[in-house]
């Protein structure tokens, strides 16, 4: 069973930045493919970045070019380098482990097998 906890969550300025970390328990981590994803208040989770077991990244177009997503393996760590951060990017953000072997969207929230509980960004304007 892989557990996952984020740290890194806070409160800032609309144009700054913040890291996000996420450590994983278990010795499978460089296996999964692994994501953030986000919840505003009074919406639904959404995608925002992933890094493949590949180390290939994609983002959702609001955030590309703002925020960087990278893993080290060997502190079974994921990272989002959140930048020129806008209170839209206001909300709780999850860190996520894909289905091993996972190959569709990554946007399908029912492919993650294993969810962190949230850390709460506050994004002033």
């Known amino acids: 069973q892989v557990q996952l906890v984020e740290s890194g969550g806070g409160f800032v300025q609309a144009g700054g930045p913040l890291r996000l970390s996420c450590t994983a328990s278990?010795?499978?981590?460089?296996?999964?493919?692994m994501g953030w994803f986000r919840q505003a208040p009074g919406k639904e989770r959404e995608f925002v970045a992933v890094?493949?077991?590949?180390?290939?990244?994609y983002y959702v177009a609001s955030v590309k070019g703002r925020f960087t997503i990278s893993r080290d393996n060997a502190k079974n760590t994921v990272y989002l380098q959140m930048n020129t951060l806008k209170p839209e990017d206001t909300g709780v953000y999850y860190c996520?482990?894909?289905?091993?072997?996972?190959?569709?969207?990554?946007?399908?929230?029912?492919?993650?097998?294993?969810w962190g509980k949230g850390t709460l960004v506050t994004v002033s304007s």
């Open positions: 996520a482990a894909y289905r091993l072997f996972y190959s569709g969207s990554y946007y399908d929230s029912s492919a993650v097998d294993h």
């Open positions: 890094i493949s077991r590949s180390d290939s990244t």
């Open positions: 278990g010795r499978t981590f460089s296996s999964y493919d």
